[in-house]
């Protein structure tokens, strides 16, 4: 590099390290000087990015990547040493006494956290274009992920603001971490929508640097300067979460009332877990001088851990029919204090892996670069033995229910579930009807049916608005007796105070109310409805309908629509 002037003292100091740390082969093939040089300014300015943005810099990058690929040519387990067993946590179950006791305290410390959606990632193998956010969570409405999550968040700030002091409203903050993959889109999406009726400036929008893996988000936040932002300000808790997941929100009260009955430092959310299913485990490692930590540990490894210590079935359901490791949802609860303490310490930085991917069988050289990655999820391993790591369990059919997998791919294991467009929205129906059938409304059974191949149980299409009825409490106080719901019929209550009872619903039945008005819903309505149409994954349909396999035929509708008036 001899025109050394084109570059900042900063920039001369990079390039000096990476010589030192043995990567002159970086610039061997080098134009000449002179040539080229707007590109060389462009690699040293990108250098100086990386450098600053990475915690310890580049050259602490070259050192962890060393380590890790010398641990993975010499074939070491990165859990050696470590004794896995199953840990203990919570369990919960919807409408318990112990649901809603946590739910009622959840939902009042729910103005004191923060929400932070990881959504750098493109979903690959999802086989969809656009963002995940933008992806219809289910087509009765055409409600997206993220209205989804803001009006959550929403319905939540307005709960716990109205429980705890009234009409003052606290404004919960929501971060997105997005990257160059997503962050135009997430922004176009946020502004042509007047942000889903959020605030702007409660929205944050911080982008990662790929290809390192959701543990970013840690350093990101970390270096934001909104972590102390948010204690100054009084807040107490961080709640992270994934981009496509329509019940998420239904767990979230409870869990956060786990959260500060515990005084867990770390919650994780977690669900019965089928042997081998995609999702990670929560697993209790103790090492041979005693101390143990509760953590997820990768699908992919939880089979082969188990192999090595003594369990020579693996990864296999016990008497339950399920795993005993309960499965990682990747929605984390962090109390704010502990963990900007911890992040004071590490920078932000998560244990890294790699995931090398050799040509032969002498891990010299590889058929694609190997990077540094990190899971948002190993927060916790450079925690001390003294915090206090715990685990939710929900139901699946309350809590879960991502859509990751395109149909082909959804497709592969038959006995694991599909995790695709289609159950994704099937699993709302279910969830909602379920709930409605526990505060007592009689909901008629469901029909199996295929789309793309793949079996699910198809409910009434029930839906309604987070402000409706955002934890059990509350939706029970909305429905009084007497009420059916047949499998054919939809219902969308897109409204604040709406009330059923004596309500026989065989058709479809569409509420609009203003925020003032008091709707009482009764009676016996029956039409025609809306009815799902099977369509052909490779037909010319939009993608976020091939990737269902089904549209939605609309046929015939009572929709009604109330103002400001009181029933
Ligand atoms: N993501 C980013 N940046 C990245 C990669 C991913 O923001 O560089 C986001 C992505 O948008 C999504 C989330 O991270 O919201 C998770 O990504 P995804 O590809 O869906 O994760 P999986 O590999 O399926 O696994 C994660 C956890 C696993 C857990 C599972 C639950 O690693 O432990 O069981 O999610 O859904």
Redesign the pocket.
Known sequence: VKNLHLLSPDQIQSGKMLLEMGQSHLFQHWAEPGVDDDQKKAFFTQLSKLNSSYPGGLASYIKTARELLADSKAGKNPYDGFTPSVPIGEVLSLGDDNFIKFEDVGVKEAKNAAFV?????L?E?LGYNGI?GALPAETTTGTCFLQLYIESILALQEASSRLTQGTCQTEIPFVI?T?DD?HTCTLDLLESNSYFGMKASQVKLLK?T?????G??HSLLYSSGLLNVWHDSGLRWVIFF????GLLFKAIPASLGVSATKEYHVNSLAVPRKAKE???GITKLTQSDGRSMVI?V??NQLDPLLRATGHPDGDVNCETGYSPFP????QLILELGPYIKELTKTGGAVKEFVNPKYKDASKTSFKSSTRLEC???DYPKTLPPSARVGFTVIDTWLAYA?V?NNPEAANIPKQNPYHSATSGEMAIYRANSLILKKAGVQVEDPVQQVFNNQEVEVWPRVTWKPKWGITFAQIQSKVGGGCFISQKSTMALKGRHIFLENLTLDGTLIINSSDDAKVKVGGSIKNKGWLIERIDYKDTFPEELRIRGFKIEKKEQLEKTYGNFCY
């Open positions: 959606l990881v959504a750098g990632g979903g193998r995940k971490m990257s997503t990662q790929k290809p390192h893996g959701h970013d988000v994934q981009d496509t997941n995609a999702i990670g997820n990768e699908y499965g990682n949802i990747n899971m948002m999820q991502p990751k």
